[in-house]
């Protein structure tokens, strides 16, 4: 019996099984088109998931591109406006391309040259480049086989929408095989992935002759779906699936969000469709674990591979190839979130300069220049506090770090150690490496970004000389608030003259030999609406620097030209001003003529205009200020030298210029009241010395009365300052002069 029930059961379980199978086949074979919808249905949407990652992949590949030639355009430009010798800036632009992951860059210039980063200059330039610099915004071109390099390349080009700038914009070549492999753009029965451009056509040279209607076309797609999606493109759609409706084979095309009017196109045939609907049924439950397996194994290495990706991309993206550390983009977010997570922390900002970078760039081998740079990084790496500091190199090669202290002999300190450590480590070819630095001490209460108080740290570095015996200088928000407000006078002073912000005040000059008024100086007065009078001290050397004095001093000289002729037709008497001449002025072609030309035009008689040259001009070229003194007197000026005594002194100035008038600065007067005796004698030397040569001596910024006796005492000509006059504005100038010559006895009682 036993036997029996064994033997039914062994037929049992097995015929149990197939009756399972059975029914589950023919249950699956009823839902066979359930299934197959719901795979179609699901292929679909993972296509469509796909194909928006790798688009989003390229559009971050190409923002990536588009950064870097942005900051390689910024990088020329700031060459150009900083570095005065073209040559050096070119050079400087060349050291720039070794921080960059393009092949090749080309920079144009808007006077129609063309330079590679190497600084060879172009003639022509091939087709693909020559489209995109007619643009006026960031393009990209379509990838080209580039024969010297014998690899697909891509450029990205960037205008430069400063329009005084002397770079026209920049044009950075690319490999195309690191976009298509990253972006895993490939061919194959189980899937193609293409990048296609607006007009439905592949991009990429490997699949040259590949368009979306061929594509279709190959996989039956019906002429009104193919016309679809075709439109779909034209319209500038974002993202679109389409499934077959003849083999059930899968489409999907989402939008390149960067730059270029591209897509990513996706291709699925109906065999991956039918594959998988047919595992399903045969398979039954397991085909479940095996698909959720296979796409577990998917994910995973299409995780890992885009995380391959995002590694090398974010190691391109935050690390200085050459200090092996992080650059500033990476130094800014990392010492962000250590001040925001420490708030009880003492943190400083040190910015490190390696002193004369430019010219050891110039003497050592590359190699070597980077090897100083290397030894720095590994200092202020070994000497970083572990989660708690960290350190980078700026885009302009200096090095910054943030440091913890509680005081300020700390951070010094630990520049000391720095410095010694980097004196330990020996020259470097024969060069001795020195630093200095700028710290910027953080003030949580500023609520400033890192990249602010990078700025600060910086400023305070650039405070420091190249030749000081000081290498270390704190921040100092007053320095700061100059500097804005001296920036800020820059940007007003283009219109300032055309806003009539400029006016003249005089400053009369007593004749101590005559006991009469002598003459006045010009001043000129910066007056900016809704916030007063700009010291000259604020304005002048700002306006040497940037060239825009000239047309002030012609300003002035004209306007003194106007009031002596409006002076002239009232009957007024006139007597002589002086006006000052800049080193600039004085340097321009058409100098001469401007200035004679103008006094002929409003009728100033000879002897009543003074041209004062200042001191330190007078001794820059003795040949060609010589010339430009004779032809001067020849046409009725009168020339000074002005400021003599302020630092510049030369007693060859006067035995070669043939001056008038010497006109001693404030400086002789204010000397060590101790000495009086000595004071006198050196006054009485000079004014000695002046009179031997022929020339009238005025001496300036007299303050006291017995300054004034002391000069009148010593025989000097004439005075100018305070204890006679102060400068004053016009209309009360008219009055002083007018009294000045009407009363005689005050005169006499002034220099009582």
């Keep these: 019996m036993k036997k029996k029930i064994s033997f039914k059961s062994a037929y049992l379980f097995p015929l149990m099984i197939i009756i399972m199978f059975l029914l589950l086949f023919v249950m699956?074979?009823?839902?066979?088109?359930?299934?197959?919808?719901?795979?179609?249905?699901?292929?679909?949407?993972?296509?469509?998931?796909?194909?928006?990652?790798?688009?989003?992949?390229?559009?971050?590949?190409?923002?990536?591109?588009?950064?870097?030639?942005?900051?390689?355009?910024?990088?020329?430009?700031?060459?150009?406006?900083?570095?005065?010798?073209e040559y050096d800036a070119r050079e400087s632009i060349n050291d720039y391309f070794y921080n960059t992951n393009c092949v090749k860059f080309m920079y144009f210039m808007r006077d129609g040259r063309m330079y590679d980063q190497d600084a060879r200059i172009y003639l022509t330039i091939d087709e693909n480049l020559k489209n995109l610099i007619t643009l006026e915004e960031i393009s990209l071109s379509k990838p080209f086989y580039d024969t010297t390099s014998k690899t697909e390349l891509i450029i990205m080009y960037v205008p430069n929408m400063e329009?005084?700038?002397?770079?026209?914009?920049?044009?950075?070549?690319?490999?195309?095989?690191?976009?298509?492999?990253?972006?895993?753009?490939y061919v194959s029965d189980a899937g193609s992935y293409y990048i296609v451009d607006n007009e439905g056509n592949a991009v990429f040279e490997k699949d040259k002759g590949v368009t979306v209607k061929s594509l279709l076309e190959s996989y039956s797609f019906p002429v009104q779906e193919m016309e679809n999606i075709l439109k779909f493109i034209q319209s500038k759609g974002n993202t679109d699936t389409?499934?077959?409706?003849?083999?059930?084979?899968?489409?999907?095309?989402?939008?390149?969000?960067?730059?270029?009017?591209?897509?990513?196109?996706?291709?699925?045939?109906?065999?991956?469709?039918?594959?998988?609907?047919?595992?399903?049924?045969?398979q039954t439950m397991l085909i479940s674990v095996i698909i959720m397996a296979v796409f577990i194994i998917f994910v995973i290495i299409f995780l890992a591979a885009d995380n391959r990706a995002l590694r090398k991309m974010e190691r391109l993206q935050n690390i200085d190839p050459i200090a092996e550390c992080s650059n500033q983009y990476k130094f800014e977010i990392d010492a962000g979130e250590l001040i925001k997570s420490n708030k009880t922390t003492q943190y400083a900002i040190i910015y490190i300069n390696i002193q004369n970078?430019?010219?050891?760039?110039?003497?050592?081998?590359?190699?070597?220049?980077?090897?100083?740079?290397?030894?720095?990084?590994?200092?202020?790496?070994?000497?970083?506090?572990?989660?708690?500091?960290?350190?980078?190199?700026?885009?302009?090669?200096?090095?910054?770090a943030l440091i913890m202290y509680k005081e300020i002999q700390d951070i010094e300190e630990r520049f000391n150690d720095i410095t010694e450590k980097l004196k330990a480590l020996g020259p470097v070819?024969?060069?001795?490496?020195?630093?200095?630095?700028?710290?910027?001490?953080?003030?949580?209460?500023?609520?400033?970004?890192?990249?602010?108080?990078?700025?600060?740290?910086?400023?305070?570095?650039?405070?420091?000389?190249?030749?000081?015996?000081?290498?270390?200088?704190?921040?100092?928000?007053?320095?700061?608030?100059?500097?804005?407000r001296t920036i800020a006078l820059e940007g007003f002073m283009e219109k300032a003259l055309d806003n009539e912000e400029f006016v003249i005040y005089f400053q009369p000059k007593y004749d101590l030999i005559n006991n009469r008024i002598y003459g006045a100086e010009a001043l000129v007065r910066w007056i900016r609406p809704n916030e007063g009078i700009v010291p000259p001290s604020q304005f002048i050397n700002l306006f040497e620097r940037s060239g825009y004095i000239s047309q002030l001093d012609k300003f002035v000289f004209t306007e003194v030209c106007k009031f002596q002729n409006k002076m002239l037709k009232q009957g007024s008497r006139i007597i002589p001003i002086s006006v000052n001449v800049s080193r600039a002025s004085a340097e321009k072609d058409g100098f001469i003529e401007y200035y004679v030309n103008t006094?002929?035009?409003?009728?100033?008689?000879?002897?009543?205009?003074?041209?004062?040259?200042?001191?330190?001009?007078?001794?820059?070229?003795?040949?060609?200020?010589?010339?430009?003194?004779?032809?001067?007197?020849?046409?009725?000026?009168?020339?000074?030298?002005?400021?003599?005594g302020a630092g510049y002194s030369s007693f060859k100035a006067l035995q070669a210029l043939d001056f008038d008038i010497i006109k001693l600065d404030a400086a002789f007067l204010k000397t060590d009241n101790t000495n009086p005796k000595k004071n006198a004698?050196?006054?009485?030397?000079?004014?000695?010395l002046a009179k031997a040569l022929d020339m009238k001596v005025i001496a300036e910024g007299v303050e006291t009365r017995q300054e004034l006796m002391l000069l009148r005492e010593l025989k000097c000509d004439a005075i100018q300052g305070y204890v006679y006059a102060k400068p004053m504005p016009i209309a009360d100038y008219i009055i002083f002069v007018e009294k000045a010559l009407r009363n005689k006895t005050e005169n006499d009682n002034f220099v009582g």
């Design 28 to 85: 699956l074979f009823q839902m066979r088109f359930s299934i197959t919808q719901f795979v179609m249905e699901q292929a679909a949407t993972d296509n469509e998931m796909i194909t928006k990652e790798k688009s989003a992949l390229f559009s971050s590949l190409l923002d990536n591109m588009s950064l870097e030639a942005k900051g390689i355009l910024n990088y020329s430009e700031f060459a150009f406006i900083n570095i005065d010798n």
């Design 163 to 185: 329009a005084d700038s002397n770079v026209l914009g920049i044009a950075a070549y690319y490999r195309v095989s690191s976009i298509y492999t990253i972006g895993e753009f």
């Design 242 to 282: 389409v499934i077959s409706s003849f083999d059930s084979a899968i489409v999907s095309i989402s939008s390149v969000q960067n730059i270029v009017d591209w897509y990513t196109l996706s291709l699925l045939p109906s065999t991956v469709i039918s594959d998988k609907t047919s595992y399903v049924i045969e």
């Design 357 to 400: 970078f430019k010219n050891i760039k110039q003497l050592l081998p590359l190699s070597e220049v980077n090897r100083m740079i290397k030894n720095l990084s590994e200092i202020l790496k070994k000497g970083m506090v572990k989660n708690l500091e960290t350190y980078g190199r700026t885009a302009d090669g200096r090095m910054i």
């Design 429 to 484: 070819s024969g060069y001795m490496m020195r630093i200095n630095a700028g710290v910027y001490c953080i003030d949580r209460n500023a609520r400033y970004q890192v990249s602010d108080m990078i700025d600060r740290a910086s400023f305070a570095q650039n405070s420091l000389r190249e030749d000081s015996i000081v290498n270390l200088e704190f921040y100092h928000q007053k320095s700061h608030d100059d500097l804005l």
């Design 599 to 644: 006094k002929n035009t409003y009728g100033i008689k000879d002897g009543f205009l003074e041209l004062e040259f200042t001191e330190s001009r007078a001794l820059e070229d003795y040949d060609i200020l010589s010339k430009r003194i004779k032809d001067l007197k020849k046409y009725g000026f009168v020339c000074s030298i002005d400021d003599f």
């Design 681 to 688: 004698n050196l006054l009485s030397g000079v004014i000695t």
